[in-house]
């Protein structure tokens, strides 16, 4: 299993990333984190790590510089701007889709919280290139307007006691015509802290994406 950091020149800015490469892989997954998040957050590499051994590559990148990472700590202006990390995200794709050692991968997304909103509406955009999301206590109702536009098939993950977040997830599913399904993880909260919670998230979510990158 190959890994390394990289670093992705994207218009007018380096975004950073950790990508690793299981030998022979399925397919490749790109990360997009929550609200005041990184490529670091510790959720999302154990998740990642359950992929990688199921022969899945990973890559879990900033979708901010380190620049626009210490404004927006103090401003928080950038993080719910879901435009704006959804443009990132799309430029990373096809940035993706130009490296010839990853080229030829099938592509998901996986997003957590607003990362989900923001991997929704690049999916919206990059349809033909999109293979299947998946969403961990997402905010898929920030990503509205591109709910009907997003056609790959796509996994909602929820804690049984986030209740606020399992309605947003009920009500935006309603709006998709894609293959969807939400799946509720009973006891966990909204960031599956307890016990074995980002366990069942992390099965749940490859065998999702296995299903689609090898349909």
Known sequence: MKQKSIEIPI?????????????????????VHGSGSGRHSPRNRF?????????????????LTLEEEEFDSISGA???????LSERLILVTDWVLKNQELSNLKLGYFGAS????????????EDDKIDVIVSRGGRPDLAEGSLRKVRCPTLFIVGGRDDVVIDVNKEAMGKMICIKKLIIIPGATHLFEEEGKLEDVSHHASDWFLKYFRS
């Not at 218009?11 to 990360?31: A, K, Q, R």
Request: net charge negative; aromatic share 8%; proline share 5%.
């Open 11 to 31: 218009d007018s800015v380096t975004l950073n990333g950790d990508i690793v490469f299981p030998e022979d892989p399925v397919g490749l997954v790109l990360f």
């Open 47 to 63: 998740v990642a790590n359950i992929l990688n051994q199921k022969r899945i590559a990973t890559l879990l990148f900033d979708l």
């Open 78 to 84: 950038l993080r719910f701007n879901i435009p704006l």
């Open 114 to 125: 607003t990362g989900a909103a923001a991997a929704l509406m690049a999916a919206s955009k």
